[in-house]
C-alpha cells in the first residue's frame, strides 16, 4: 500500500497486479441539496488517509434489463445509484516523477447510463502494458447532469444541460492538479471515450471551459456531432417536469428536493414522450457550448490537439439484437423507419444496396437499415470530424473496427462497443466479456495492436506502430483508415460508395 497527497488529502492505494490502483477519490463535492444541477465545487479536504480500494456509487440512472449481449457491462460494480458519485479512479505503475502519458477515459451510456466503475474499464492492462497512467472517471447523468432548466425555470435553477461536461472539466482539473503525484505527465493528457464518451470528447474539443486541459483526443464511436439546441433542450426539460408532476412555476426549493429515482423515472418517460433515445445530451447554450462542436472544431477550436477518431463496421446492428429498436422486415418498414432522419432515403437505400450487393453481401431491408444507422450515426460523423481537422491543416488518425463479436455465432458482425475491451485488454476477462468481445490468440493479439496505437498516441500524438507502419494522417484525397480486425491492417477510403453518398443527401449525422 502507498500514499499519496493530493490537493485535499491524503489517499492509500490498493496493489492490483503489480501496479497501484486508487478507486473513489473525490474530485468535486457531492452535487447534493444547493449543489444539485450547479456547476461542481471543489471536495472538501480531509484529515487522516483516505483508503481508496472500493468504487464509488455510480450517478443515479435508470437499472437496466433486456441489454441483450452488453448485460454483462452494466450495472455491475458500484452498488446503489447515488447523487454523491462524483468520484475518479487512478491506476499507474508507480508513483514516481517518471511522467508518463495519462489516458482520461469518459465512459459511454447514452449519457443516462454507465459508471467509471464498470470491470471491463479497468485500466491495469493499458497501464502496465504502455507504462502509462489511466483514470476513469463518473460524472452526472440524465436528467441530473444535461438537462437545461435555466430557460423553463426563468433562471430560479440555472441548470445549462452541460452540467455532466462540467463534471468532466472538473476531473480534467483534478489530473492537471494532481496527477504528477500518480507518476503522470499533466502535459500530456489524453482523453478517450466510447458512444456518449466519444460524444463527449467530441463535445469537449468544442466547450470552453475544457480548454488547455487535454492534449490528445479519441473520440471512439461518437465525434462532435451531438450537442441540442436551448429550445430543444428547454422542450425536454418542460416534459420532464410535467412528467415528474412538478410545475414549471415551482419554488426551486421543491426542485431541488425532487427524489432522484423520480427524476429518473421521469427521464425515462421523457425520452419515450419524446420518441428519442438520447434526449439528454450537451447543449449548445451559447455560453460555454455556442455551437454544434463539429463547427466549431472547423473553426479552429481544437487547432493544436491531435485526434484519433473512428467507429466498428456494424454498429447498429448492437441495438438491433436489443429490445426497443427492431429491424424493417421489408423496404416499405425501411423507408419508414428512414423517413425522418434521411430527406432522399430511396438515394441512399439504393447506394448502398448497389454496393453491398457488388461485393457479394447480404442487402435485405434489415441489413441495410443497420448500415444506413452504423454510418449515420457513428461512421460518418468521425470521416465528418477528419474532414474539418484536414481542412485545417490538423492532423487527425481516422479507424474503422473490423473485428467480428462471436455472440450467437456473429450475429452482430463488427458492433457498437467492440473496440473498448481490446483498448483496456479487458476483452476476455470473464465468460460474459469474452462472449462479447471473443477471445483466444488472434483476440489478444489485436488487443496488443489497439493498446500499442492507443499508447502511442498518448504519449507523442502519433497512433502508428510496427503492424500499421502505412497508416497516415486522414486527408480526403486518400482517406486512409486503419482496421482493427484479424489482422490489422490499413486502406484507403473503405466502403467509400456509401460514404460518398452522404455527400449527396441532405441528413443530419450523429443523433439518434
Not at 16 to 43: E, I, K, Q, S
Not at 222 to 245: D, K, N
Not at 387 to 412: C, H, I, N, V
Not at 427 to 454: E, I, K, P, T
Request: aromatic share 8%.
Amino acid at each position: 500500500m502507498s500514499i499519496v497527497e493530493t490537493r485535499y488529502g491524503r489517499v492509500e492505494s490498493v496493489r492490483a497486479n503489480g501496479l497501484h490502483a486508487f478507486l473513489a477519490v473525490p474530485f468535486a463535492a457531492p452535487p447534493v441539496g444547493d449543489l444539485r444541477w450547479r456547476p461542481p465545487a471543489d471536495p472538501a479536504p480531509w484529515t487522516g488517509v483516505r483508503r481508496a480500494a472500493d468504487f464509488s456509487a455510480q450517478s443515479w440512472q435508470p437499472v437496466l434489463e433486456g441489454m441483450g449481449p452488453l448485460q454483462f457491462a452494466f450495472n455491475s460494480e458500484g452498488g446503489d445509484p447515488h447523487e454523491d458519485c462524483l468520484y475518479l479512479n487512478v491506476w499507474t505503475p508507480g508513483l514516481d516523477n517518471r511522467k508518463r502519458p495519462v489516458l482520461v477515459w469518459i465512459h459511454g451510456g447514452g449519457f443516462s447510463g454507465g459508471t467509471g466503475g464498470t470491470p471491463i474499464y479497468d485500466g491495469t492492462a493499458l497501464a502496465r502494458r504502455g507504462d502509462a497512467v489511466v483514470v476513469t472517471i463518473n460524472y452526472r447523468l440524465g436528467a441530473l447532469g444535461f438537462v437545461n432548466l435555466n430557460e423553463v425555470t426563468g433562471g430560479r435553477v440555472p441548470a445549462t444541460g452541460n452540467e455532466g461536461l462540467l463534471d468532466q472539466v472538473k476531473a480534467l482539473e483534478w489530473v492537471r492538479d494532481n496527477i504528477a503525484a500518480f507518476g503522470g505527465d499533466p502535459d500530456r493528457v489524453t482523453i478517450f471515450g466510447e458512444s456518449a464518451g466519444g460524444m463527449s470528447v467530441g463535445a469537449l474539443m468544442a466547450f470552453a471551459p475544457a480548454a488547455g486541459l487535454f492534449h490528445r483526443a479519441i473520440p471512439q464511436s461518437g465525434a462532435c456531432s451531438t450537442a441540442q439546441p436551448v429550445a430543444r433542450a428547454a422542450e425536454i426539460a418542460e416534459g420532464l417536469l410535467e412528467l415528474a408532476g412538478v410545475s414549471v412555476n415551482a419554488p426551486a426549493a421543491e426542485l431541488l428536493a425532487l427524489d432522484p429515482q423520480r427524476l429518473v423515472e421521469a427521464g425515462m418517460a421523457v425520452g419515450a414522450k419524446f420518441g428519442g433515445a438520447m434526449v439528454f445530451q450537451p447543449c449548445i447554450d451559447g455560453a460555454q457550448l455556442t455551437d454544434l462542436p463539429l463547427d466549431a472544431v472547423a473553426a479552429g477550436s481544437a487547432d493544436g490537439i491531435p485526434v484519433m477518431v473512428g467507429a466498428a463496421r456494424d454498429e447498429w446492428k448492437l441495438f438491433t439484437a436489443m429490445p426497443g429498436f427492431p429491424a424493417p422486415e421489408d423496404d416499405a418498414a425501411l423507408r419508414q423507419f428512414l423517413a425522418g432522419r434521411i430527406d432522399d432515403s430511396e438515394t441512399v437505400i439504393a447506394a448502398y444496396r448497389s454496393a453491398r450487393e457488388g461485393r457479394g453481401e447480404a442487402a435485405d431491408a434489415a441489413t441495410l437499415f443497420a448500415a444506413i444507422e452504423t454510418d449515420r450515426v457513428f461512421r460518418v460523423p468521425a470521416i465528418r470530424l477528419g474532414e474539418a481537422l484536414a481542412a485545417r491543416e490538423q492532423e487527425s488518425f481516422q479507424y474503422l473496427f473490423t473485428w467480428e463479436s462471436p455472440w450467437e455465432d456473429g450475429k452482430l458482425g463488427s458492433p457498437h462497443a467492440i473496440d473498448i475491451g481490446f483498448v483496456f485488454g479487458t476483452h476476455a476477462l470473464n465468460s460474459g466479456s469474452a462472449a462479447f468481445f471473443g477471445s483466444g490468440d488472434a483476440a489478444d493479439a489485436l488487443a496488443g495492436h489497439v493498446q500499442d496505437a492507443w499508447l502511442a498516441f498518448a504519449a507523442d500524438g502519433d497512433p502508428r506502430t510496427d503492424a500499421l507502419r502505412d497508416w497516415a494522417p486522414y486527408a480526403p484525397d486518400t482517406r486512409s483508415t486503419a482496421l482493427f480486425g484479424d489482422p490489422v491492417s490499413v486502406a484507403d477510403d473503405p466502403w467509400g460508395e456509401e460514404r460518398a453518398v452522404w455527400d449527396r443527401v441532405n441528413a443530419p449525422v450523429g443523433g439518434l
